[in-house]
């Protein structure tokens, strides 16, 4: 079965502090990493996945496979950064369902 | 941009009732889904829809729940006879066709907030 656990329900910083949200996965086989965002009275959207290694809004995540990992990342927080992030697993690309972990809210003031 | 389109926003409806929640996926789409999030938990997947078959559901969705693509806009999921533990916000999605590499993003709809009194 596939899981992902976000340790933090909230983490508080500072604008202009580095910005790191936990995501550990377990699933057996490769899996594809999203974060997704939804910032207040707004749908979820992606934010970014681990096969594009793209950076968005600053935001960067990398997969480590040793580790379980895929922690969110950005080294100078705004205060629009401000929402729900939650991480996600599907089982490898394709037409497969989302697991989400619990999410992690983002509170970042003046 | 294009959106996904739910409705209602907010349903409340009586234990043992039958809701109906709609929704729009973008046009093109071809892969539809179903999520909830009951309040303070995550979001759940409960079922997925391909060429006019369910491709695969989870646990949650029994037969009191079943989905429908009827006018090849619209793609609606029922509950029959709803329990109170049915209330939570019901999340549509839909996704593009996989072909290439960049794989498919799905794209959420607002959500519906169920409360079932």
């Known amino acids: 079965a596939q899981r992902v656990t976000q340790p933090e329900k909230l983490l508080s910083v500072f604008k202009g502090a580095p910005v790191e949200l936990k995501c550990n996965y377990s699933y057996s086989g490769s899996p594809e990493l999203f974060w997704y965002v939804q910032y207040s009275r707004q749908r979820l959207q992606l934010l970014l996945r681990?096969?594009s290694r793209e950076s968005i809004k600053g935001f960067t995540a990398d997969l480590n496979k040793g580790e379980t990992s895929f922690h969110l990342k950005k080294p100078f927080a705004q205060e629009e950064d401000s929402a729900m992030y939650y991480c996600a697993l599907s089982r490898g690309t394709g037409f497969q369902k989302l697991v989400f972990g619990t999410g992690t809210r983002l509170l970042v003031s003046p | 941009e294009p959106e996904v389109t739910q409705t209602p926003s907010h349903q409340v409806t009586q234990m043992g009732q039958e809701v109906i929640l709609r929704c729009v996926p973008i046009s093109n789409h071809l892969y539809f889904y179903w999520y909830r999030q009951i309040l303070g938990q995550k979001v759940e997947f409960l079922v997925s829809?391909?060429?006019?078959?369910?491709?695969?559901k989870s646990e949650i969705f029994d037969d009191q729940f079943s989905v429908e693509r009827p006018d090849g806009s619209n793609f609606t999921l029922k509950i029959r006879s709803t329990k109170l533990e049915d209330s939570a916000m019901y999340f549509c999605?839909?996704?593009?066709?996989?072909?290439?590499?960049?794989?498919?993003?799905?794209?959420f709809g607002p959500g519906t907030r169920l409360t079932v009194l």
């Open positions: 829809f391909y060429n006019n078959e369910i491709s695969e």
């Open positions: 681990h096969i």
């Open positions: 999605a839909s996704s593009e066709s996989l072909a290439g590499t960049s794989g498919r993003t799905e794209h």
